[in-house]
């Protein structure tokens, strides 16, 4: 079975840094885009951060030029590290992946289950 799994989440001052990693496993072909969302008490789901397998990036612009996301396609990893954090940054952080399967011709959305970045002014 495929999974993700994300971790690194932790309590930090405001200006300080957090790197969040993410890893997928199981049977897997290929996987297309890894990206990072967040979501703070009471609001919706938001895009932080994404990669496709050719290395183009993009982020939000509350998080541009703090944040940088990379991966690793052999390892079928992915970080997000965190700069310059602020007391708005604070959620509990999710990671995605559009998967292709072992198998299976056909391409599937997959979550981490969240890591918590609570950031303290």
């Known amino acids: 079975q495929v999974q993700v799994v994300e971790s690194g989440g932790d309590l930090v001052q405001a200006g300080g840094s957090l790197r969040l990693s993410c890893a997928a496993s199981g049977s897997i072909f290929s996987i297309n885009r890894m990206g990072w969302y967040r979501q703070a008490p009471g609001k919706q789901r938001e895009l932080v951060a994404a990669v496709v397998r050719g290395g183009s990036e993009l982020y939000s612009d509350s998080v541009k030029g703090r944040f940088t996301i990379s991966r690793d396609n052999a390892k079928n990893t992915a970080s997000l590290q965190m700069n310059s954090l602020r007391p708005e940054d604070t959620a509990v952080y999710y990671c995605?992946?559009?998967?292709?399967?072992?198998?299976?011709?056909?391409?599937?959305?997959?979550w981490g289950q969240g890591t918590q970045v609570t950031v303290s002014a």
């Open positions: 995605n992946a559009e998967i292709v399967p072992l198998g299976i011709s056909k391409t599937f959305s997959y």
